[in-house]
């Protein structure tokens, strides 16, 4: 969808109203003082439909706030899909954005990029960076194919975007001595 021919930040303030602290949106044009949009089950995004056009509540955050549509994806820092309080938000790349995923139910090593290899009898560390698939190595133990992993995401530019990723939260879980200077 092109949403940019549909709406721009000076016909989305006659319709609402923007809480920035709070990421709801009040309706000033309809039912005034009513929260707008509804919960997409599927999705677990905020919806929001002005003028019989659906619109995702983070993006309009982001037109409200900064003046103009995202070029590229926004993302929710928490992970929370609907917090669109505007400090949780942040205009990043598709690449960027899918650096800040939950590690997946089916993750057996508690850390992203680290699985067993069954016919190694190793744990492996890989990444993606631009649809290529870069394997960092295999290692007697999870925590050090993490840390390998880990290394090669803080020196490696592509992956800057990302400063409170999912694996660092899980190496200082099960390492609370990890590297306690740094900022995540």
């Known amino acids: ?41 599927e999705s677990g995004y905020v919806k929001i ?37 505007r400090a949780n938000l942040r205009h990043v790349t598709g690449t960027c954005n899918a650096q800040n995923t939950k590690i997946f139910e089916t993750n057996t090593s508690g850390y992203p990029g680290v699985s067993w290899s069954k016919e190694r009898r190793a744990w492996e560390s890989k990444i993606n960076i631009s649809d290529k698939t870069i394997h960092l190595g295999r290692y007697h133990t999870p925590i050090d194919a993490a840390l390998a992993r880990y290394t090669f995401e803080s020196q490696c530019p592509k992956r800057k975007c990302n400063r409170r990723s999912e694996l660092a939260k899980a190496i200082k879980r099960a390492w609370p001595e990890f590297n306690t200077a740094q900022n995540y």
């Open 49 to 85: 439909r002005i003028n019989d056009v659906l619109y995702l509540a983070h993006r309009l955050a982001w037109l409200y706030v900064e003046g103009y549509w995202p070029e590229h994806e926004i993302d929710h820092i928490n992970g929370v899909r609907n917090d669109n309080r």
């Open 1 to 41: 969808m092109n949403e940019k021919k549909y709406l721009d930040a000076e016909a989305l303030k006659k319709h609402l109203r923007y809480d920035q602290d709070t990421g709801l949106f009040i309706w000033i044009s309809r039912t005034i003082g009513k929260v707008a949009g509804c919960l997409s089950k």
